[in-house]
């Protein structure tokens, strides 16, 4: 009996691809979407993000994009990190405009804030033409 894709799987044809290979794939478009938004100056929601980076890497998931968009930008932020560049991570927010609770943990919501601004204003000039 034919089965349907599982939880991850490539558009193109259904294969099932394992979470590991699919967040590694989702981070580097990630960070290519990311890396425009900083050069225009603006910010993503998780949404619009989870989105992006399905539709760019031809990998899908059944999974809310809540679950593992985070990790995702984990990957990302250890790659700015090693670069010496500013943390990408800070441009993505809620629908409503504010920072998530995984950036800066540990903090309150208000110096999360605070400091997430200021990450955005260091991506916007680093990453800017």
Known sequence: MPRGPGAHYREADGSPVALPEAEAAWALVARAVLIETAQAKRSISYKALAEAVQQGAGIRTRMLFRWWVGDVLTLVGDE???????QLAALCVRQDGSIGA??????????REVRAGEERERCYRHFGP
Request: charge should be negative; aromatic fraction near 6%; glycine fraction near 24%.
């Open 102 to 111: 995984g950036f800066g943990e540990g903090e309150s919501s208000a110096d």
């Open 80 to 86: 700015c990190e090693r670069r010496g560049e500013p």
